[in-house]
């Protein structure tokens, strides 16, 4: 999940966006009649009178958007005829609500819903709309995508849906909101970014519908840093576009001149497209903007600045020919506007970045190091030049990022996408910015290139390693940074210069100590490593909140979608890693665990990493082994065990069966033996595992076949059987298939057949395939695993990763090395533990409490095991003190000796 709305209520911790303080205006009907009842949940204020819904339960809700301006008076206008009409409905809170709901990166299938009524029936909502489509006649607002809109208004939707809150689990552990079609029959209540019906439902209100025209391709949902511009030549395709000769592409979308040939991305502002000229053919790009939407400074959108940049490009066009894309046409079809310019043809710097940085590679020569930087120079070099041509035109870039620079195949440098470029002697400058990219306001003084200079070292620093957000809060990561690639091949002295210029070393903050340098580091790691884990674990224990009404330890995006007391995401992880580390729980923090989950048992899945499996795991190692029993009976009572409809190790049945197996280990019942024989059992055979498993086939330990895999030899090795292990021998050997290069000296795979990105991770990628191939290497001679080893530990040995996390950073790549040494005894893989371990500096932070790290995509600080503190602590705990099972294996239960039939 990208944690976009997670980091704007506090500047430490991921928080829901509903917590932020500072709210702007409040939003509230000018005149509440007696006996209604406003209450805020969430992001929304909710106004009923009594139970006003009278056992309606789904129907057709009627959502009124607003443009920038004109919130209160629509509010007053729609919830006096809800009042009039007795009709429940409610509004979105506040304007730093509204802002961030309409904002460019916002989710585009919530923007432009400011207010939702729920009619109890169809000629209810008929004479609702009606009312409000004459009182709102001369108002306009967003289109809102998952709606239709009611006749000729341009602010009144509706769409068929569950009125009261009703959802299942996934096995992910987020939810799936749920709706009861007319048959009786509970299905999802769609909210994508198209309107819906579900089966069975038939629309009563199309007459005197007008039609939306433009573009209607889905693009795929971006991860990661934000990517603008043109889409890099041979990335994916978007969702829609042909992929095989047997697959013929649809027609393109065709208007105003042009063929839509393919999305390339989404916003909530519009799309981006390669488009054809009807009349010659050529290549063209085209940005959409649509009304209403993409909100930035007050009242400003995307309309709005689509026409800024058209302006900008036309002037600069004239002035300084060729500096930007060419402005070919500004117009507008039904209520979105459209600017067309020259297609550049290259990719973008951070895919640059990716293909070309040597420390991605395995095995890498000096001297590609050095031919490296000899092009990141003189890459920099001609986009401080473009800027500089810029800057004499009289202009600021001002969001210089990576995805708005574009490299040729020659190498050769285009800044795209002036949506925030602007005239320097401007009264004021508009700040849109990237994050990393844009100064910090204590920065910002009298010299207003510093936008540029500021975005052009963020460029350098990109280059050498992706450490912004990391140097803005301690400058020393950068020297750590330095210290490894200096091993590799020697910086160039200007190169570095420009990438930590707005970066100096700065004293600690107030109570916190310093870090040790990378000399000190290397000259004593271990000693320096174990001070390390125990500041880690300081800091840990201290951000432990037991009387937090949302959860005890910090957590991420994904722990508030999902829940937070699991393994992956809350506090049953926090305390598994605590407790390897030989620490003290906070007080209160176990018995919160045990108290939260059993009360909130019937909305938790069944799964190991989210679910009441995991849960029951860490609760049993804590001598709590009846409410351990007690979760695994309710996780195989689970609709999702029944059904059978997750195999995977993160959520699925094997999960689960690792769970009664560590449950065997503690108590020597049978019962939870048999039980994980049975959950193994039930797998469908191989040709139909795919539907079991993550989305679009994903691969890895957690979503994929390794994890399968994983489960079968565990519990193999328990039995005595080899059944198991032979069909995971199987499984292993479909994951090797799917390597990216099965010739490169170190492998990578896929996350999905959706997603051909290459990952070194424990998740999913070389580390996860290392940290299960060794537990077969160990008994069995499959040669393709046997050779297949080295080269997964080569790709996992970089020390190079964006983030510092467990499951999808350094440390789970020094944990898969430091268990395979613990395994083997193989002291090269203890060395690379090290190395790794050594490299988890450039993600410390100093604090008054210890050490933190940040936590998925490092914007905030968290403790969570997946991919903040606590899965660093694990780390560092099982390279320093190394011990059976600290990821949730069996190995020693496998080791022990059978019990005795007596002792059963």
């Known amino acids: ?119 109890t029936s169809v000629e209810a909502a008929r004479t609702l709309m009606e009312r409000l489509r004459t009182e709102l006649a001369d108002e306009e607002g967003p289109f809102i995508l998952t709606d239709r809109r009611y006749r000729d208004s341009r602010t009144v939707h509706y769409r068929y849906g569950a009125y009261l809150p009703r ?16 048959d009786g029959v509970l299905a999802e209540d769609r909210r ?38 043109p889409k890099a030549k041979g990335a994916t395709r978007a969702k829609g576009a042909p992929a095989t000769a047997d697959a013929p592409a649809p027609a393109p979308v065709t208007f105003h001149g042009y063929a839509f040939e393919e999305a390339l991305q989404f916003s909530n502002s519009g799309g981006t497209y390669r488009a054809r000229e009807l009349a010659t053919g050529r290549q063209v790009f085209i940005k959409e903007a649509r009304a209403h939407t993409g909100i930035a400074h007050g009242e400003r959108t995307a309309p709005d600045q689509l026409r800024a940049e058209h302006a900008t490009l036309t002037a600069l066009h004239e002035a300084v020919p060729g500096l930007a894309p060419q402005p070919l046409e500004l117009f507008r079809e039904w209520e979105h506007h459209y600017l067309v310019t020259e297609f550049v043809e290259g990719e973008t710097l951070q895919r640059w970045m990716v293909a070309h940085q040597p420390m991605l590679g395995t095995g890498r020569r000096r001297e590609e190091f050095d031919d490296y930087y000899a092009r990141c120079e003189k890459l920099i070099a001609r986009v401080e030049t473009a800027l500089d041509r810029l800057h004499a035109a009289g202009y600021l870039f001002v969001d210089v990022s990576p995805g708005n620079v574009m490299v040729g195949d020659d190498d050769s440098v285009r800044l795209v996408d002036f949506e925030a470029a602007q005239r320097a002697d401007s009264d004021e400058i508009l700040v849109i910015g990237t994050p990393g990219y844009a100064p910090p306001p204590e920065l910002v003084g009298d010299d207003r290139l510093i936008h540029d200079t500021y975005g052009l070292a963020g460029l350098a620093l990109l280059l050498l390693g992706p450490f912004h957000q990391l140097a803005r809060r301690n400058p020393d990561t950068l020297a750590h940074l330095r210290g ?36 000190q580091v290397a000259a004593e790691p271990l000693r320096h490593l174990a001070e390390l884990r125990d500041r880690t674990a300081d ?37 598994h890693a605590l407790t390897r580390a030989g620490r003290a729980l906070p007080d209160g923090a176990l018995e919160r665990l045990r108290a939260d989950t059993f009360d909130g048992i019937e909305r938790l899945g069944p799964g190991l990493m989210a679910g009441t499996a995991g849960i029951a795991w860490v609760l049993a190692d804590h001598g709590l082994l009846d409410e351990a029993r007690d979760l695994l009976a309710a996780a195989d009572r689970h609709p999702l065990t029944a059904s059978g409809a997750c195999a995977t190790l993160f959520g699925g049945s094997s999960g689960l069966a690792m769970a009664h197996l560590a449950l065997y ?24 595992l795919t539907a079991l498993l993550g989305a679009d086939d994903a691969t890895g330990l957690m979503h994929g076949r390794t994890g399968i895999a994983l489960m079968l030899q565990q519990l193999d090795a328990v039995t005595g059987s080899s059944a198991g292990t032979e069909r995971g021998v199987r499984l292993l050997h479909a994951e090797l298939d799917r390597a990216t290069d099965p010739d490169a000296p170190g492998l990578a795979f896929p996350i999905s057949a959706a997603d051909s990105r290459s990952l070194p991770y424990l998740y999913c990628g070389s580390a996860s395939m290392a940290h299960t191939v060794v537990r077969y290497t160990r008994t069995i001679g499959d040669e393709r695993l046997v050779q297949a080893l080295p080269r997964l530990l080569a790709a996992a040995r970089t020390p190079y990763t964006a983030m510092s996390g467990l499951f999808q950073g350094q440390a789970g790549l020094g944990f898969a090395a430091a268990e395979h040494a613990r395994l083997t005894g193989d002291a090269a893989a203890r060395d690379a533990a090290v190395r790794s371990a050594r490299a988890l500096y450039k993600f410390a932070v100093p604090h008054p409490t210890g050490v933190r790290f940040l936590g998925d995509q490092n914007m905030r600080f968290s403790a969570d095991l997946w991919s903040g503190s606590a899965g660093v602590l694990l780390f560092l705990t099982q390279l320093l003190d190394p011990a059976p099972d600290p990821l949730f294996t069996v190995d020693a239960l496998a080791a022990a000796p059978a019990p005795t039939a007596a002792a059963r």
């Not at 006003?52 to 209160?72: F, I, M, N, T």
């Not at 509004?91 to 802002?99: D, E, H, I, Q, V």
């Not at 007459?207 to 573009?215: E, I, M, T």
């Not at 091949?489 to 040790?516: E, I, S, T, Y």
């Open 1 to 119: 999940m990208i944690p976009f709305l997670y980091v704007v209520a506090d500047k430490e911790f991921y928080a829901p966006l509903e917590t932020a303080r500072d709210r702007g205006e409040v939003y509230r009907p000018a005149a509440v009649p007696d006996g209604w009842t406003g209450a805020e949940a969430g992001i929304w204020t909710m106004w009923h009178r009594g139970r006003q819904l009278r056992g309606v339960e789904d129907g057709w809700k009627v959502h009124v958007s607003a443009r920038p301006g004109r919130q209160q008076h629509v509010l007053d206008t729609v919830a006096a005829v809800c009042f009039e009409q007795d009709v429940a409905f409610k509004n979105m809170s506040c304007a730093l609500f509204y802002w961030w709901m309409h904002h460019k990166q916002a989710a585009r299938q919530q923007s432009g819903k400011f207010v939702a009524a729920y009619p």
């Open 167 to 182: 959802d299942r689990v996934n096995a992910d552990g987020t939810y799936t909101m749920l709706l009861r079609r007319p």
């Open 192 to 229: 994508g970014v198209s309107f819906h019906l579900p089966d069975g439902v038939t629309d009563p209100f199309t007459a005197g519908r007008p039609k939306a025209k433009g573009p209607k391709a889905k693009g795929p949902k971006a991860k990661g840093p934000k990517a603008k511009g």
């Open 484 to 519: 490894e690639l200096q091993e590799r091949a020697p910086v160039p002295q200007p190169l570095w210069r420009k990438a930590v210029r707005f970066h100096p070393p700065r004293p600690a903050a107030d109570g916190a100590v310093p870090l040790p340098t990378p000399e």
């Open 539 to 575: 800091a840990l224990t201290a951000m432990a909140e037991p009387g937090h009404p949302a959860r005890v330890f910090p957590t991420i995006a994904d722990g508030y979608a999902s829940n937070t007391q699991c393994l992956a995401y809350g506090s049953a992880g926090v305390l």
């Open 665 to 688: 280990g503690h108590t020597r019942e049978n019962a939870h033996l048999d039980r994980a024989q049975q959950l193994a059992a039930a797998l469908p055979p191989d040709a139909e």
